[in-house]
């Protein structure tokens, strides 16, 4: 995957063979690229120029043939390479496969094209566009402000991770990839899964060795051991300054190794032999020496190394028939490895997908199940009522007939009651009398003081038969 420093040859690249060339024409973007946007630009005549900051490209197009004209037209694109993303320049009958966007020179025989090629389709481009807000400063060209920005914002929730994720965050670690985090904690010597805001607390605001390579005053034989934040500055300057081809700036799938045997033999720890490698958090394998650190990802797993490409040069005439074969087969190592490497962002989208599909499924039945629970107490309510209703009216009718009984009951036992009563004598009839009242007065008086004397005192009681004795 294109890191800082390819992006920067890639800058340097695409200037050196645009510095002494016109293009001219419109810019023609792949039907396959359906993803990125088409490019309003039809001059007769432009010039190409190109500036890096991190894993950013911007290309500049300038109209017209002169560059000390002014008031003329430009136009920025800004281009981020994805996983395969490079710059050809080649002849237009030799366009490569994967060319998504094309810019064609003029008054040149034969026709040339640059070409921005993707055969992975991850790369992605803006018309107009400005370096991301997302992503920090370069640490390589804006080192000051790189270093400040990360001492200074060491609260983040950013820095909560193991150091070997935090450096892949290109918010501070902008340009850091995978084979450069492992290079540079190598040097340093810190364990990848310790905690970046522990690792990173200890280093100064100022860099001493900054300052010493900076001053001319300071001599030569004073040395300032270099901190992690400023490796990061180092190492990435190492690749672009490296002698013949240096990293090659070529990832096409049929490259010769003779492209990156100086890369390969700067690397100290990147896939080397000896050293040990542990999948992050992120499914990205981390390259290392000693102990991974406090921070290790529970079920952490190491993948096995794979065996490198054979050389074009190197193969025999004997195997020249098999040379065919062999490359495929080479592809398909290398269709693995793409696999592999996107396999976490495959798994994503995917599990994204099933997700959607499970959700509507399960909202689908929930609402049959509703609708037929919804029905059945449709169905089974107005029984539910009936009954209710009719059970209700059985009750009061039973309850009224059991009022009904009881009154008629207890008027036939008072009936009874009544006959039953020995009959008093006739008196009245035989003897009438002209006024009665006053008499039945005095007896009943007297009968209620009788009857009420046992309520009262003994005294009370003596004077009041005193009293009716009197009388």
Same mark, same amino acid.
């Given at each position: 995957?294109?890191?800082?420093?390819e992006i920067? +040859?890639?800058?340097?690249?695409?200037?050196?063979i645009s510095?002494?060339?016109?293009?001219?024409?419109?810019?023609?973007?792949?039907?396959?690229?359906?993803?990125?946007?088409?490019?309003?630009?039809?001059a007769k005549?432009?010039?190409v120029?190109?500036?890096?900051?991190?894993?950013e490209?911007?290309?500049?197009?300038?109209?017209?043939? @002169?560059?000390?004209?002014?008031?003329?037209?430009?136009?920025?694109?800004l281009i981020?390479?994805? &996983?395969?993303?490079?710059?050809?320049?080649?002849q237009?009958?030799?366009?490569?496969?994967?060319?998504?966007l094309?810019?064609?020179?003029?008054?040149e @025989?034969?026709p040339?094209?640059?070409?921005?090629v993707?055969y992975?389709r991850f790369?992605? !481009?803006?018309v107009?566009?400005? !370096?991301?807000s997302d992503?920090?400063?370069?640490?390589?060209?804006e080192?000051? #402000?790189?270093?400040?920005n990360?001492?200074?914002?060491?609260?983040?929730?950013?820095?909560?991770?193991?150091?070997c994720?935090?450096? +892949?965050?290109?918010?501070?670690?902008n340009?850091?990839g995978?084979?450069?985090?492992?290079?540079?904690?190598?040097?340093c010597g810190i364990?990848?899964?310790?905690e970046?805001r522990?690792?990173?607390? =200890?280093?100064?605001?100022f #860099?001493? !060795?900054?300052?010493?390579?900076?001053s001319?005053k300071?001599?030569?034989?004073?040395?300032?051991?270099?901190?992690?934040l400023?490796?990061?500055?180092?190492?990435?300057?190492?690749?672009?300054?490296?002698?013949?081809k240096?990293k090659?700036?070529?990832?096409?799938l049929?490259?010769?190794?003779?492209?990156y045997?100086?890369?390969?033999?700067?690397?100290?720890c990147?896939?080397?032999d000896? &050293?040990?490698?542990?999948?992050?958090?992120n499914g990205r /394998? &981390?390259?290392?020496?000693?102990?991974?650190?406090?921070?290790?990802?529970?079920d952490?797993?190491?993948r096995?190394?794979?065996q490198?490409k054979k050389?074009? $040069?190197?193969?025999? =005439?004997?195997?020249?028939?098999?040379?065919g074969? #062999?490359r495929?087969?080479?592809?398909?190592? @290398?269709?693995?490895?793409?696999?592999?490497?996107?396999?976490?962002q495959?798994k994503?989208?995917?599990k994204?997908d099933?997700?959607?599909q499970?959700?509507k499924?399960?909202?689908r039945?929930?609402?049959k199940?509703?609708? =037929?629970?919804? $029905?059945?107490?449709?169905? =089974?309510?107005?029984?539910?009522?009936?009954?209710?209703?009719?059970?209700?009216?059985?009750m009061d009718?039973?309850?009224?007939?059991?009022?009904?009984?009881s009154?008629?009951? #207890?008027?036939?036992?008072?009936?009874?009651?009544?006959?039953?009563?020995?009959?008093?004598?006739n008196?009245?009839e035989?003897n009438p009398v002209k006024? /009665?009242?006053?008499?039945?007065a005095k007896?009943?008086?007297k009968?209620?003081?009788?009857?009420?004397?046992?309520?009262?005192s003994?005294?009370?009681?003596?004077k009041?038969?005193g009293?009716?004795?009197?009388n």
């Amino acid at each position: 995957m294109p890191e800082g420093p390819e992006i920067y +040859l890639a800058s340097r690249f695409i200037n050196l063979i645009s510095k002494s060339r016109i293009y001219g024409g419109q810019v023609v973007k792949s039907e396959v690229s359906t993803k990125n946007p088409d490019v309003p630009w039809a001059a007769k005549y432009y010039r190409v120029t190109a500036t890096a900051r991190g894993k950013e490209l911007k290309v500049t197009l300038h109209e017209g043939r @002169d560059e000390e004209k002014k008031n003329r037209s430009t136009l920025d694109i800004l281009i981020r390479f994805g &996983m395969s993303g490079s710059f050809k320049f080649t002849q237009v009958d030799e366009t490569p496969k994967h060319a998504h966007l094309r810019f064609y020179t003029i008054e040149e @025989d034969p026709p040339m094209v640059l070409s921005f090629v993707d055969y992975r389709r991850f790369g992605r !481009w803006e018309v107009n566009g400005t !370096w991301g807000s997302d992503r920090g400063p370069d640490p390589m060209w804006e080192y000051p #402000s790189f270093r400040e920005n990360i001492l200074t914002n060491l609260k983040s929730a950013a820095f909560n991770k193991p150091i070997c994720e935090a450096m +892949l965050n290109q918010k501070f670690f902008n340009g850091i990839g995978n084979y450069l985090r492992a290079e540079i904690l190598y040097r340093c010597g810190i364990a990848p899964f310790d905690e970046a805001r522990e690792v990173l607390s =200890e280093i100064k605001p100022f #860099s001493k !060795w900054h300052e010493s390579t900076l001053s001319p005053k300071t001599p030569t034989s004073v040395k300032c051991e270099p901190d992690i934040l400023d490796l990061c500055h180092i190492v990435p300057k190492e690749v672009i300054n490296l002698e013949g081809k240096g990293k090659g700036y070529n990832v096409d799938l049929d490259a010769d190794e003779d492209d990156y045997k100086a890369f390969k033999e700067w690397l100290q720890c990147y896939y080397q032999d000896g &050293m040990k490698n542990m999948v992050d958090h992120n499914g990205r /394998t &981390m390259w290392f020496s000693g102990k991974p650190g406090k921070m290790v990802p529970r079920d952490a797993a190491s993948r096995g190394k794979k065996q490198g490409k054979k050389n074009k $040069k190197g193969v025999d =005439e004997e195997d020249a028939a098999n040379h065919g074969s #062999s490359r495929k087969r080479v592809k398909k190592e @290398d269709e693995d490895e793409i696999k592999t490497e996107d396999m976490k962002q495959l798994k994503e989208e995917l599990k994204e997908d099933m997700q959607k599909q499970v959700k509507k499924e399960v909202k689908r039945e929930i609402k049959k199940e509703v609708k =037929e629970k919804v $029905k059945k107490e449709v169905k =089974e309510e107005p029984k539910k009522g009936r009954a209710r209703k009719n059970s209700r009216k059985s009750m009061d009718v039973k309850e009224n007939s059991a009022v009904k009984t009881s009154i008629t009951l #207890s008027n036939k036992l008072a009936q009874k009651l009544k006959d039953n009563k020995p009959k008093r004598a006739n008196n009245r009839e035989k003897n009438p009398v002209k006024s /009665t009242k006053t008499p039945k007065a005095k007896v009943t008086k007297k009968v209620k003081d009788i009857n009420s004397v046992h309520r009262e005192s003994p005294v009370r009681r003596s004077k009041r038969i005193g009293s009716v004795v009197e009388n």
